[in-house]
């Protein structure tokens, strides 16, 4: 494996949840992003034992003032040189509002020099058609996000957020547009997309797409899609290890473009073709990476439970006892990501010609 690291050297102020035990929010953001070879400070938005998929925690979750109060302590001592920012879960529309608050004092410390400062949102609100924020936070989100450089929602929230319906890839240009031109976001990447008519979806074999967009000087999209089949297995903490590889990846693709990293927002000339846009290069080693140690981890959490979908024989044990919670218990360990055992995937994948990005034509 080589020593060397693509990404050239970068400072991330990573916003988002933390656990004791496991890989979500921070505790996967940060371990993938300082495997990479990225400086990153934690600000962590809730100390939970274990996350929230065991259905059974205990923890704190930051109050806005106590969100504020930290990056205050950064601020007086000089250590708020970021190159970059990654936002996820807020606990709350306070806590949302904070991080906006912070993401924009970064930007007017850095507006002398274009492009010397980079925000990804993840706006964590909810998937497959249900909330589990309360409704102010969607509100909070939705005056945030035009400060956003790149905002990575769920096909359930970019519904959320574009206030349309999506049943089509013509719905998907359609959300994408309207947060390309009414909120001026400069770059879009969805996930978990299923749509029947999505490019390489086929019955036999779930599929799931990956589309982005990098927009015009006129605001328009230039839409790219990635599609992979899905792994049959429930993992937590897959938007957070999708969002800080996206960091460092479109951190390698824009430095390795000349002039780009000194342009606002890093936002590619017009005539770049949607496949040719550093976010697409970004994606498919995102993608790659992501589909090589979920597949490890999936490989390993059915070893863990004999190979059998409850459980094994013990899984089918504490069913008839009617222990329903500690099957769970033990499937939901089961299924945590194995990240640690797996770093040279997130490195060096070796896969990413499997998936090249594919331009979207709508």
């Known amino acids: 494996m080589s020593t060397d690291l693509p990404i050239p050297e970068t400072r991330v102020l990573a916003v988002a949840s933390h656990v004791v035990y496991g890989y979500v929010g921070n505790s996967m953001a940060g371990l993938v992003m300082q495997s990479l070879g990225i400086e990153v400070a934690a600000l962590n938005t809730v100390h939970f034992s274990n996350h929230t ?85 969607v509100s909070a989100y939705t005056n945030l996000i035009r400060d956003a450089d790149l ?3 769920n096909q359930f929230e970019l519904e959320t957020l574009s206030d349309t319906p999506i049943t089509s890839l013509q719905d998907i240009k359609t959300a994408v547009t309207k947060l390309h031109s009414a909120h001026r976001i400069p770059h879009i990447l969805v996930t978990s997309v299923h749509i029947p008519s999505s490019p390489g979806s086929s019955t036999s074999s779930p599929t799931l797409s990956v589309i982005g967009s990098s927009r015009r000087s006129d605001h328009t999209p230039r839409l790219f899609s990635i599609s992979f089949s899905a792994i049959d297995c429930f993992f937590s903490g897959t938007g957070d290890m999708f969002a800080a590889l996206t960091v460092a990846r479109l951190r390698e693709a824009v430095t390795s473009t ?30 790659a990476s992501m589909q090589a140690v979920l597949a490890k981890t999936k490989n390993e959490r059915d070893k863990v439970l004999g190979g059998v979908g409850i459980g094994g024989e013990q899984g089918a044990m504490e069913k008839e006892a009617g222990n329903e919670k500690v099957g769970h218990l033990r499937r939901t360990k089961a299924a945590e990501v194995r990240v640690v055992r797996n770093l040279r995937e997130l490195r060096e994948p070796r896969e990413v010609d499997r998936f090249r990005a594919r331009r979207l034509e709508i």
């Open 53 to 137: 998929g065991y259905r059974q925690f205990k923890g704190t979750r930051a109050t806005a003032e106590e969100i504020r109060d930290i990056y205050e302590g950064l601020k007086q001592s000089y250590l708020t040189d970021f190159d970059m920012m990654l936002s996820g879960y807020a606990p709350s529309a306070d806590a949302v509002a904070a991080v906006g608050a912070i993401a924009r004092d970064l930007k007017l410390q850095a507006s002398t020099k274009p492009g010397s400062f980079f925000w990804v949102l993840d706006p964590v609100m909810g998937d497959q058609g249900r909330l589990y924020v309360n409704e102010d936070v």
């Open 258 to 287: 000349p002039g780009l990293p000194t342009t606002n927002s890093w936002l590619s000339s017009d005539d770049v073709e949607a496949t040719d846009l550093p976010l697409a290069q970004a994606a498919e080693k995102v993608v």
């Open 151 to 153: 905002i990575l929602p």
